[in-house]
């Protein structure tokens, strides 16, 4: 079956972008995950395309995945096809005296992008320099830090649906709340973002990173494989305080820890597997339950 799905991709799909049981420990920060029967780097919307015609052919599940730092995915790993767009273009377009707009293809790192824009004396995305994501998941997920997310950045973006279609939405049509889009809701795969920023002075955007960059070293584990926050934030409290205020930092299931530096983090002390940090995910959340009342919710995305 495989090697019949193998033929078909490669009627369009370059070789050197289709593996096999691939293992997305590979491909997540948390260095977690069993196999994936394909996992796809699409490099053109041809390619995307042809994918989307085959899954839909074959009656195959689509999962998408940016750098995997907002992901756990599950020890029996992820059936049908994985796909990691694989458009890396940075274009500055309509340069005004003060503002631009820049083009980023969804799989530019925003760490990337950040430099490209700072190089340039472009700012307004230094908010995300050190989110480990990819454009497409950042603008999936509305990333956010030090005030600002997504959203506010965001001019447009354009996306393929699974029948191969492709859509362009305003800012407003992408549906931003806390932590989710549109494509929380619909399944498409974003393929380029435009954001709308402004030209400003290197110095200040330089020194607005490092600052943003030592906030992290200080404050989040950020040398320990993870996948950033594992809860949202509460309405009325926040998650990681609680979490901390339950005496939870240190609790340990297998080689998953809530970590000892931010209670918020669930790291993976090396050897951790998936069933380790949902069993982990399932003991907080029970605890903080049964110690404070509130309810807690999963910003980590369990895929598999
Ligand atoms: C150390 C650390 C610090 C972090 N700090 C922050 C922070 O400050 N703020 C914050 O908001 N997040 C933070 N995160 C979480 C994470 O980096 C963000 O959620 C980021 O937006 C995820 O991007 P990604 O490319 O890794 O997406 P992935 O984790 O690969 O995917 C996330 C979601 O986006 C979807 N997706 C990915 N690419 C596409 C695409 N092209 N089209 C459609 N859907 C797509 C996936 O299906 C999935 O549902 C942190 C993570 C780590 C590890």
Redesign the pocket.
């Known amino acids: 079956m495989k090697e019949e799905i193998l033929k078909q991709l490669l009627e369009i799909v370059a070789k050197d972008n289709i593996r096999i049981d691939e293992p997305m420990s590979k491909h997540t920060?948390f260095k977690i995950g069993g196999n994936a029967d394909f996992f796809l780097r699409p490099t053109s919307e041809e390619e995307l395309k042809h994918i989307m015609k085959v899954a839909k052919n074959n009656n195959i599940p689509i999962?998408?995945?940016?750098?995997?730092?907002?992901?756990l995915v599950k020890d029996e790993g992820i059936r049908g096809f994985v796909i990691k767009?694989n458009f890396k273009y940075i274009k500055i377009v309509n340069k005004k005296n003060d503002s631009v707009d820049v083009i980023a293809g969804?799989g530019v790192l925003l760490r990337k992008l950040s430099e490209t824009m700072k190089r340039e004396s472009i700012e307004g995305l230094e908010f995300a320099a050190f989110?480990?994501?990819?454009v497409?998941?950042?603008v999936?997920?509305n990333?956010?830090?030090h005030g600002k997310e997504m959203k506010d950045v965001v001019k447009e973006s354009k996306?393929m649906d699974l029948e191969g279609n492709i859509h362009i939405i305003s800012n407003e049509e992408h549906e931003f709340e806390y932590?989710k889009s549109l494509?929380s809701r619909i399944n498409?795969?974003?393929i380029e973002t435009t954001f709308s920023l402004e030209y400003g002075d290197e110095d200040t955007i330089t020194n607005n990173m490092k600052r943003h960059s030592e906030f992290?070293r200080t404050k989040?584990p950020?040398d320990m494989p993870?996948?950033?926050?594992t809860f949202k934030r509460g309405k009325d409290f926040i998650t990681a305080r609680i979490i901390d205020e339950c005496g939870l930092k240190g609790k340990s299931v297998g080689g998953a820890e809530v970590s000892t530096m931010h209670a918020g983090f669930i790291v993976n002390k090396g050897n951790a597997t998936a069933k380790d940090v949902l069993d982990l995910v399932d003991y907080v959340e029970k605890e903080v339950f049964a110690k404070t009342g509130k309810r807690i919710e999963l910003e980590l995305?369990i895929l598999g």
């Open positions: 920060t999962t998408v995945i940016g750098n995997g730092s907002n992901v767009p969804s989110i480990p994501g990819c497409g998941g950042e999936k997920m990333a956010g830090a996306y932590r494509f498409g795969i974003i992290r989040q950020i993870c996948a950033g926050s995305e």
